[in-house]
């Protein structure tokens, strides 16, 4: 099975600054999923985009795909409190099974 | 709603328990699975169903047995507890399929004294 790499590990801005983060994978895939996790609970699912699509919203997310160089990215703008927690990308399940990288870190400073 | 729902938030048990963590999903979900995490080491997959009574073994079987003899439920199976399965249990399900996104339970943190 194939996971995303996250990258960077840990990722600290201030509230009100974006954050960046990047997801490399090593396989062609058809689409990548973004999930997040608060503090001590279970991840939640953000946005999953298409191969066929370059780039994505959903409210002050933004994210990118790059087939070519297999990567994404995950732009978060305008970036509050409550944004503190750790994103994990998710390249297509292989044979039905979801694996997760490490995930970044995100620590929004007040 | 949807929902997936873990049995015990918070479990502190003895080494060499026998210890059973529960994992109910109420939307008719072929997959299920049972995930560990630690610090530094990300979500590791440790088993999961496809189907009922059905199982693979996922990157950390050893220690683990699980059973799934309803759809809704999977249940995570510690024979022996021992400290070094102190951690994060995360049970996640999904549709089969590319396209499909897990739903996570709250998890369940574990600690074996």
């Known amino acids: 099975s194939q996971q995303g790499e996250e990258d960077p590990q840990a990722l600290s801005i201030q509230e009100g600054e974006n954050a960046t983060m990047n997801c490399s994978y090593k396989?062609?895939?058809?689409?990548l999923q973004w999930y997040r996790q608060n503090s001590g609970r279970g991840l939640v699912h953000l946005i999953l985009?298409?191969?066929?699509?370059r780039e994505k919203h959903s409210g002050r997310l933004r994210v990118t795909l790059d087939t070519s160089k297999k990567s994404s990215s995950l732009l978060i703008t305008a970036s509050r409190a409550a944004d503190t927690a750790s994103y994990f990308c998710?390249?297509?399940?292989?044979?039905?099974?979801?694996?997760f990288g490490k995930g970044t870190r995100l620590h929004i400073l007040p | 709603d949807v929902k997936v729902t873990q049995s015990s938030r918070y479990l502190v048990k003895r080494t060499g328990e026998k210890v059973f963590l529960e994992c109910v999903q109420d939307?008719?979900?072929?997959?299920m699975f049972w995930y560990r995490q630690d610090p530094g080491l990300g979500l590791r997959l440790i088993y999961f169903?496809?189907?009922?009574?059905?199982?693979e073994k996922g990157d950390i079987p050893e220690g683990y047995s699980v059973s799934r003899e309803k759809k809704e439920r999977f249940s995570l199976i510690l024979e022996s507890a021992s400290t070094n399965q102190t951690s994060m249990y995360l049970c996640?399900?999904?549709?089969?399929?590319?396209?499909?996104?897990?739903?996570f339970g709250q998890g369940t943190r574990l600690t074996v004294v």
């Open positions: 996640a399900s999904s549709l089969r399929g590319m396209n499909t996104e897990a739903f």
């Open positions: 396989t062609s895939i058809n689409n």
């Open positions: 985009i298409r191969s066929n699509e």
């Open positions: 998710a390249p297509p399940p292989r044979d039905d099974k979801i694996i």
């Open positions: 939307m008719d979900h072929e997959n």
């Open positions: 169903s496809y189907d009922v009574k059905m199982k």
